[in-house]
């Protein structure tokens, strides 16, 4: 049964609440590859492993990375939870080739849960969720707090 729905596109909606971020990007660039749209929501509740401080330096360091001619070519750093989960499934899927670009259109990542997600059924992935107790992580809006993100309180 489990072949029949995933030879059809569907659309699915993965909650990211309590998930490694690079778990379930990449368990969503291969749904995405597979030709279903992919929303994400509560972007900003999705974590980082390893040490808190490393991982807020590590970014922050990512940071100064720019252009030695000109800053304004880039390369540009994404500060919000969205944008930054974005770009991580973005280096998961093939972004030159065609069936890459496709799904990469295919997928939508939300800060929250907006109105018109909010009755249809959140999926996540079992082997993505945290394991130990949260402290041992940080959550993408922490992180993106640090660095500059001025979004939700």
Same mark, same amino acid.
């Given at each position: 049964m489990a072949d029949n729905n995933s030879s059809k596109p569907q659309s699915i909606v993965v909650d990211a609440t309590n998930c490694i971020a690079g778990r379930m990007c990449s368990h969503v660039s291969k749904l995405l590859l597979k030709g279903n749209k992919v929303s994400i929501v509560n972007a900003e509740k999705a974590m980082l492993s390893g +040490?808190? /401080?490393? @991982?807020?330096?590590? /970014?922050? $360091?990512? #940071?100064?990375? +720019?252009?030695? &001619? +000109?800053p304004i070519h880039g390369?540009?750093? !994404?500060?919000? !939870?969205? &944008?930054?989960? @974005?770009?991580?499934?973005? =280096?998961?899927? !093939?972004? %030159?080739?065609? @069936?890459?670009? $496709?799904?990469? %259109?295919? #997928?939508?990542? /939300?800060? =929250?849960?907006p109105e018109e997600m909010k009755k249809a059924k959140m999926q996540s992935f079992e082997d993505s969720k945290i394991t130990k107790p949260e402290a041992y992580y940080i959550t993408v809006g922490d992180v993106a707090k640090q660095i500059g993100w001025k979004g939700i309180p």
């Open positions: +040490n808190r /401080y490393k @991982t807020i330096e590590l /970014y922050k $360091e990512h #940071l100064e990375i +720019n252009s030695v &001619t +000109n390369p540009f750093h !994404p500060r919000r !939870p969205d &944008t930054m989960l @974005t770009k991580m499934v973005r =280096g998961m899927v !093939p972004k %030159q080739k065609t @069936t890459g670009i $496709e799904a990469f %259109q295919r #997928l939508r990542v /939300y800060i =929250g849960v």
